[in-house]
């Protein structure tokens, strides 16, 4: 539903989003640590999973919160990717 939010609270310098994208897809906003929001969309003619839609930049090593946000139309959560320091 539009709206509807996934928050996740991870350690570390960066995390990589990955989804499905599909043509009865939509877009997404994906924000880190309450910044501001990035679009990310999720539309393909084809149906594939597992595609890396977004990357945030690096971060200071420490706790973030990644926050994505349906902003109409169905999305869809694949998977996302912690990286650390070391």
Not at 1 to 15: E, H, K, R, V
Not at 31 to 56: C, H, M, P, Q, R
Request: net charge negative; no cysteine; charged share 15%.
């Amino acid at each position: 539903m539009a709206n509807d939010t996934a928050t996740l609270i991870f350690s570390g310098t960066q995390i990589k989003f990955y989804g499905v994208t599909a043509s009865w897809h939509g877009i997404g906003a994906v924000s880190i640590d309450g910044g501001a929001e990035t679009n990310v969309d999720f539309y393909s003619v084809n149906k594939t999973g597992d595609v890396l839609l977004w990357t945030s930049p690096v971060l200071a090593n420490g706790i973030h919160t990644f926050k994505l946000r349906v902003t109409g139309t169905i999305i869809v959560i694949d998977r996302v990717d912690i990286l650390t320091s070391s």
